[in-house]
């Protein structure tokens, strides 16, 4: 941990999804490509120069994207274990699936990771968010972290209140309107979340149109938009002014667009609960 924090410390901007564990099995026998996700979230330039690390059934670590091509496969192996992995500092027995991403330009310095705790390491990646939380302190990546793992866990209300302080403090954070917009959902209130999904969906344009960044329109924010849609409109207030912009939302997705874990929600297949607190506790 010391030396995780202590990469925070010099500049290094690291935004972890953890992913929870709501039991002692996941709840999809199909495991989730974390590879994959991160890639798909990230813009063209993002993957052509910072590579995703993971480590394979085999017990080396692999890497899709960015530099990774031009290693030989020990070569790659070696670098990714004696340099990027003690940023992280993972220890093998702390995980069970994890994938991650570090830019090596000062100019560009970030990291993202997605980790699934193992079992009996919930609360470890608990004490993880919070170590972290207080090293992005005066950033809204730390409300994002612990509204995030709040809602996770069933604290709603606690949630709720980090939400109103995070977006009187930041303004508009496409992240912080979006898990308002789940906290929502799993309230039953279908209208504000929808309303809520459209303030993410408007903060992510701001942002493209005033700096061209377009990577706050992730998977998780596309997915979001539709389900809070789909729900206010099966569910929510049947008078509502939003009804004719819900219908050309809806119409703008392909259902191969759409993750298969919303599915499963509109289809009655898996509830809400299921999907927001078990697994990776989101839209993926």
């Known amino acids: 941990m010391k030396k995780f924090i202590a990469a925070l410390l010099a500049g290094l901007t690291l935004f972890t999804l953890v992913g929870c564990s709501g039991g002692s099995k996941a709840n999809s026998s199909t495991p989730k490509d974390y590879s994959q996700i991160i890639h798909d979230a990230r813009s063209d330039e993002d993957n052509e120069y910072d590579m995703i690390f993971t480590k394979g059934e085999d017990g080396k670590f692999t890497a899709i994207d960015g530099y990774s091509a031009e290693y030989e496969a020990d070569q790659l192996n070696e670098e990714i274990r004696d340099i990027l992995m003690p940023l992280l500092n993972l220890e093998d027995d702390q995980y069970t699936a994890f994938a991650a991403s570090i830019s090596s330009m000062m100019v560009r310095s970030y990291a993202v990771a997605i980790v699934k705790p193992a079992e009996g390491k919930t609360d470890e990646a608990a004490r993880v968010m919070q170590e972290y939380k207080a090293a992005c302190k005066g950033t809204d990546t730390a409300y994002q972290l612990e509204i ?137």
């Open 148 to 284: 995030s793992y709040l809602r996770s866990v069933g604290e709603l209300d606690k949630a709720r209140e980090h939400c109103t302080e995070a977006l009187k403090e930041y303004g508009t954070s496409p992240e912080i309107y979006r898990q308002s917009a789940l906290i929502y959902l799993m309230n039953g209130d279908y209208d504000n979340a929808y309303e809520d999904a459209y303030e993410a969906d408007y903060a992510a344009y701001q942002i493209y149109q005033y700096t061209g960044d377009n990577s706050a329109y992730t998977q998780e924010l596309s997915n979001t938009i539709y389900l809070c849609s789909w729900l206010c409109k099966e569910k929510g207030k049947k008078d509502t002014d939003n009804a004719a912009y819900i219908d050309e939302i809806l119409s703008s997705f392909s259902e191969s667009e759409i993750s298969d874990s919303v599915l499963q929600i509109i289809k009655g297949d898996k509830t809400l609960e299921e999907v927001l607190m078990k697994g990776e506790c989101d839209l993926i």
